[in-house]
Structure formats: C-alpha cells, structure tokens
C-alpha cells in the first residue's frame, strides 16, 4: 500500500516523516540550508573521498536535502549526472536554485519516498546520503531498493550518527531545553537521528539487502551552531522550540537560560562549537 501526502506517494510507515520533512521541519530546515550545511562542513571532505565520484559517474543522493552534496557529486561526474531526492519540497527549491546559480545542467531533483521509489534497476553507480538514511521507517525495505538502483558493484556511502551519548551537541542542546524533564527520545530501531547508530545492525541490513560486508569508519568533527553564543541561541531555541510548548514561564526561562550557558561555555573564535561523532559506512552492492 502507498500513501498520498498531498502528491507525494510515500510507504505508511514514513506517513509521519513525509508530513514533517514537507511540512514546518521541511520550512524551517529550508530557510537555514546554509547554516544547516556549515553545521556538517567538517565531515564534507571525507564523506567525498569515500564517494571517490568518476567523471561517468551516475550518482544517486538520498536526503538530498538542499542539494549541496548533489550538486558537488554532479560537477565532480561531469560526464554522468547527479539525482537528488528527498521528502521536502521546500528544500528541493533551495537545491534547484543552487544548482541553476552554479550553472549545473547534469543534476536534477525529485520529491520522493526513497524507501519505496520505483528507481529503474542498475540505474546508477554511486549512491551518496549524508544524514539522511537515519529517518526510514522500513531500513531493511529502504536498503533493498537503494541496492535495486545500483548496478552490481556499484557503492553506496552513507554518513550517520554515532550513539546519542557520543554526540555532545545532541545531548547538551536538548538537555537544557528539557528544563529538567525526563524527556525520552524515538525507540533505538524507529526512524530518527541514531537509528542506525549501531554498526552491527546496520552491517545486518547491508548484507540483507544485497551488500557485501560494509567498512565503517568512525569520524569526529566539531558541529557549528552560530557565529556566536547569541546567534547560536536564536537559531537553536528555534529549532527546538518544540520542546518548550508545555513549560510555564518558569520552566521556559529555565530552559532558556540553561540553553545560553551551555552555548556560551562552547563559544570560540570560530563560533559556537560542539563534538560530534558519525560513522561512515560504504557497502558495494554484491
């Protein structure tokens, strides 16, 4: 059974991811695509070099969000092509723009459920998502089709989170927002940030879905949340604001306050910063 989310065909099971990513996430997450992508900037480099993209290459980005990486991976396959797909709408129309002001004719963009898109079989020779497998329903399903889409042999490079506990930026921003709440977060399998947190489930749905054994390597980087305490307070109590829907005033100065001192301790010359850890998992379609 597919589901309609206004025109977009998603599986049931990411019903509720389609509403948010196409709906107030999608909004919010599009008008800050360029802090959003500075955020990620320090693993960038490594997520490319494990791409290794060749001139022929076709390349399929899923999450594409607002396109940076596609559109990198499409000028670095100058005789292939880039796809980039994801749930947003509103994001999509930050990546076209992109992609169009850096005169990129070999890339393109759909709106789609990745986990059940009819992607013609052995259609292409490199899948890329940086941050974006994380959020499926189905990972086993997801996996499936990406490995359909790649011919025999192709890649498939995926950046994700390590555990909840090994990435500061997570546990102090949301820490401070719960206000001293028990605040508890998506079940350790369900589509969310650390969902494929655990490398042996994920080297299971790899090879499952038709991979050979996945290499995963461990990174770190620091995550940048603003120029300063003061920037980074206004764009993360937005971001989060969720969280403070049924505190009273007092829970949410609390809340507010200990949001300030905790960006404030992690404030540099370089900006607010925060440590981050992610794995990244290449897997070769068997």
Sequence with gaps: MVEMTGTLHVDPSNAEQARAWDGDEGAFWAEHADRFDRSLRGYRTPLLEAAAVRPADRVLDVGCGAGEITCEVARRAAAGRGLGVDLSAAMLRIARR???EQGLANVGFEQADAQIHPFPPGEFDLVVSRTGTMFFADHAAAFATIARALRPGGR???LVWQARQSNEWFVALTT???AGRDMP????DGPGPF???DPARVRRLLTGAGFAEPRVEALTAPMHFGADAADAHRFVSARLGWMLADLDDSGR???LADLWTTLRAHETSDGVLYPSATWLITAVRA
Excluded: E, K, N, T
């Excluded at 977060?185 to 350790?188: C, D, E, R, T, V």
């Design 253 to 255: 100065a609390r809340a």
């Design 156 to 158: 498939f490079v995926q």
């Design 185 to 188: 977060g998506p079940p350790p």
């Design 195 to 197: 969902s494929l947190s």
């Design 98 to 100: 992109r992609a169009a």
């Design 176 to 178: 401070a927002m719960a």
